[in-house]
């Protein structure tokens, strides 16, 4: 999926399935459908399938932020 077509199709406040690709001093990233987003401040295990909630969409900077549930 690219940037655009999750941003057109996704809102802030949606639960989404994604796969847990790297942790860093701030969190860890999760990827969704070919884009990645940040759960910030969640040390999760790598390769880790979680359910994740979307808290924000930057459209500008393509990028988003979710909370893992």
Same mark, same amino acid.
């Given at each position: 999926? *690219? =940037? *655009?077509?999750?941003?057109? &199709?996704?809102?802030?406040?949606? $639960?989404?399935?994604? $796969?847990?690709?790297? $942790? %860093?001093?701030? /969190? *860890? =990233? $999760?990827?969704? +459908?070919?884009?990645? /987003?940040? +759960?910030?401040?969640?040390?999760?295990? %790598?390769? *880790?399938? %979680?359910? @994740? &909630?979307?808290?924000?969409?930057?459209?500008? /900077?393509? &990028?988003?932020?979710? @909370? @893992?549930?």
């Amino acid at each position: 999926m *690219s =940037w *655009s077509d999750f941003a057109a &199709r996704h809102r802030p406040g949606d $639960v989404i399935e994604g $796969v847990v690709t790297g $942790v %860093v001093p701030f /969190g *860890s =990233w $999760v990827e969704y +459908a070919g884009v990645t /987003g940040l +759960a910030h401040r969640q040390t999760l295990p %790598v390769g *880790s399938r %979680v359910s @994740a &909630r979307i808290l924000d969409i930057d459209q500008v /900077g393509q &990028r988003f932020s979710l @909370a @893992a549930e």
